[in-house]
């Protein structure tokens, strides 16, 4: 039976969890990995769209997406997920679901940093009320930095070539 790896990106949006899992994707394929990406926004976008941004709703995207995953386990090596998941009670659900191939990876960038990021512009709604429920924004739904990560890709010191190479780096010891 194959076991299946699960990496769960976490990170404010403009972190650049994203843009790691994609890349790191490339690499572990180019490695002869099996591999799928169940990215939080398509994934929401698509067999979730009925959920709306409330704290309630975010964790249950988080607890579907986690139960996606685990439905997948053995079809591929890795499984990698990139989604905001602002919620510890949330993460902590996905790693004790997925155990224990779980890897918590922390996509670190502070919030200034992904203000200055915003190619979408979501953060200029949300600070002029545009956009209700921004996470990191809104009281309501603030984003809890993981304190049980794995490992940490701090993407305002480092390049993206440099966050991927210290997870696959990191990957070849587990």
Request: charged content about 30%; overall charge negative; glycine content about 6%.
């Given at each position: 039976?194959?076991?299946?790896w699960?990496?769960?990106?976490?990170?404010?949006?403009?972190?650049?969890?994203?843009?790691?899992?994609?890349?790191?994707?490339?690499?572990l394929?180019?490695?002869?990995?099996?591999?799928?990406?169940?990215?939080?926004?398509?994934?929401?976008?698509s067999?979730h769209k009925?959920?709306?941004f409330?704290?309630?709703?975010?964790?249950?995207?988080n607890?579907k997406?986690?139960?996606?995953?685990?439905?997948?386990?053995?079809?591929?090596?890795?499984?990698?997920?990139?989604?905001?998941s602002?919620?510890?009670?949330?993460?902590?659900?996905?790693?004790n679901?997925?155990?224990?191939?779980?890897?918590?990876?922390?996509v670190?960038?502070?919030?200034?940093?992904?203000i200055?990021?915003?190619?979408?512009?979501?953060?200029?709604?949300?600070?002029?009320?545009?956009i209700?429920n921004?996470?990191?924004v809104?009281?309501?739904?603030?984003?809890?930095?993981?304190?049980?990560?794995?490992i940490?890709?701090?993407?305002?010191?480092?390049?993206?070539?440099?966050?991927?190479?210290?997870?696959?780096?990191?990957?070849?010891?587990s």
């Amino acid at each position: 039976m194959i076991n299946t790896w699960f990496l769960w990106f976490t990170g404010l949006s403009g972190s650049g969890k994203t843009t790691i899992a994609d890349k790191a994707s490339e690499e572990l394929i180019k490695a002869g990995k099996k591999v799928v990406i169940f990215d939080g926004d398509v994934v929401r976008n698509s067999i979730h769209k009925d959920l709306r941004f409330t704290p309630d709703d975010i964790r249950e995207n988080n607890r579907k997406i986690a139960l996606l995953c685990r439905s997948k386990t053995g079809l591929y090596d890795f499984i990698l997920v990139p989604i905001i998941s602002p919620f510890r009670e949330s993460r902590d659900y996905a790693r004790n679901l997925l155990a224990p191939f779980f890897i918590e990876v922390y996509v670190k960038a502070d919030l200034s940093e992904c203000i200055k990021r915003d190619v979408k512009g979501l953060y200029k709604e949300a600070l002029s009320g545009l956009i209700e429920n921004f996470i990191g924004v809104s009281p309501e739904t603030p984003y809890e930095e993981p304190n049980n990560y794995e490992i940490c890709l701090d993407t305002v010191n480092e390049n993206v070539d440099e966050s991927v190479s210290k997870l696959l780096d990191y990957l070849s010891k587990s």
